[in-house]
Nanobody, 123 residues
Framework: QVQLVESGPGLVKPSQTLSLTCTVS??????????WAWIRQPPGQDLEWMGG???????DYSPPLRRRTSISRDTSKNQFTLRPSSLTPEDTAVYYC???????????????WGQGTQVTVSS
């Protein structure tokens, strides 16, 4: 079955750029109609859809994060990567990668999730 595993640094400094990678096993990033997204949950807050990448490589972003976030993929490694820049302590959260069938902007619409990785932004 398909599995997702997030990896990346647990601590980053303010103003830096974060790089988180999701490794997909048991399935292909290029298989239609799957959609691969990043979702985060700051402490005490709701899940927030950040953006995602479609099976054909097109990307989508949450409007508030669009200017400082990029999502890319490496199909040879079956990985997709999130890079939010200009980090502040408000970006501290548990970050998840997730899969859905087609573009979904609500976290509850995703049927498969990674285990999540804690990212803390602090000097």
């Amino acid at each position: 079955q398909v599995q997702l595993v997030e990896s990346g640094p647990g601590l980053v400094k303010p103003s830096q750029t974060l790089s988180l990678t999701c490794t997909v096993s048991g399935g292909s990033l290029t298989a239609s109609p799957y959609y691969w997204a990043w979702i985060r949950q700051p402490p005490g807050q709701d899940l927030e859809w950040m953006g995602g990448i479609r099976y054909d490589g097109d990307t989508d972003y949450s409007p508030p994060l669009r200017r400082r976030t990029s999502i890319s993929r490496d199909t040879s490694k079956n990985q997709f990567t999130l890079r939010p820049s200009s980090l502040t302590p408000e970006d501290t959260a548990v970050y998840y990668c997730a899969k859905a069938e087609g573009l979904r902007t609500l976290a509850n619409d995703y049927d498969l999730w990674g285990q999540g990785t804690q990212v803390t932004v602090s000097s």
